[in-house]
């Protein structure tokens, strides 16, 4: 990318964001979850932005991706989230292998596990072989969170409370990005702050952990709890998609098995103008030397 610059300001052209290519990366595996598509925090276009630059063998959907209990409440379905679906159903027509687990938030769809719908899979959870491999087990995770399990009213609370919290959060990034400032989640914060959701967020990672020890299985990949990592728990692998609301994050699998947390807050327009006016100064300076 930095190559590619400098020829262009060293031919004296000037150049704009739409004249240089982002990458497009091909991965062995790509896993996505709570995109919670149907409410106003869902990221559709950055969403799409994502999708056009990484690609993959094929795509897990861990759970959450559209949300029910919101939909339930009232409708809101604007054309970006209807692209999102047709966004998979294309990957599907050009070959990929989409497998969709249902979440809590879209419980209602684990009435159709073992059927396909535009060649989209629907099952309760999966069993993945990596290319060095290992297997992992592929689910939601919301059946070991306890307040789920047993108390939905509480769950319905902490639903509100966390969209009030994207609601804050969206008009706090506004105002950091106006400021020159980067992102900044307000609910991860404030998760890392209080104890009890730090205690709630290590319980999980650690009953997920044994459940894969469990099942003879290598380690364990979920969504649900909008926290990502990648991490060891007593031989076990735990790796967590994190979310497609706040965080905006995925894990891919590349080509010799190994996992990476990818973070997409902004489009590739966005990070490509970041990157200029971040290296700008570099770039004139070599040009000028090179003249």
């Not at 979440?103 to 290319?131: C, P, Q």
């Amino acid at each position: 990318m930095l190559s590619e610059l400098k020829k262009m300001i060293q031919n004296g052209k000037h150049v704009t964001d739409d004249e240089i290519n982002f990458p497009i990366k091909k991965y062995r595996t790509l896993f996505l979850s709570d995109l919670h598509l149907g409410t106003r925090a869902a990221q559709a276009e950055l969403l799409l932005d994502f999708l056009k630059y990484h690609d993959a063998e094929t795509i897990y959907l861990v759970g959450d991706i559209v949300d029910g209990w919101r939909l339930k409440k009232g409708w809101y379905w604007p054309q970006a989230h209807n692209d999102v679906v047709q966004k998979f159903l294309r990957k599907v027509r050009k070959g990929v292998r989409v497998i969709y687990i249902p979440g809590n938030h879209d419980e209602f769809a684990r009435n159709y596990t073992g059927l396909t719908f535009g060649g989209i899979e629907v099952v309760s959870e999966a069993l993945h072989k990596t290319a060095d491999d290992k297997k992992i087990i592929v689910m939601h995770g919301d059946r070991f969170d306890i307040v789920v399990c047993n108390a939905r009213w509480l769950a319905y609370l902490g639903d509100w409370a966390y969209r009030v919290a994207i609601s804050t959060n969206t008009w706090v990034n506004t105002a950091r990005r106006l400021s020159g400032m980067g992102y900044w989640s307000l609910s991860a914060w404030a998760k890392m702050k209080v104890k009890n959701a730090v205690n709630f967020i290590g319980d999980f990672e650690k009953t997920l952990a044994l459940e894969a020890k469990r099942k003879n299985a290598d380690g364990v990949i979920c969504g649900h709890i909008h926290h990502a990592t990648i991490k060891q728990i007593d031989g076990a692998l735990y790796i967590n998609t994190g979310d497609f609301v706040e965080s905006c994050s995925a894990v891919v699998e590349h080509q010799d098995g190994h996992f990476e947390i990818i973070y997409w807050q902004m489009t590739a327009q966005e990070q490509m103008s970041q990157y200029l006016k971040q290296n700008i100064k570099t770039l004139l300076r070599s040009s000028s030397k090179a003249a």
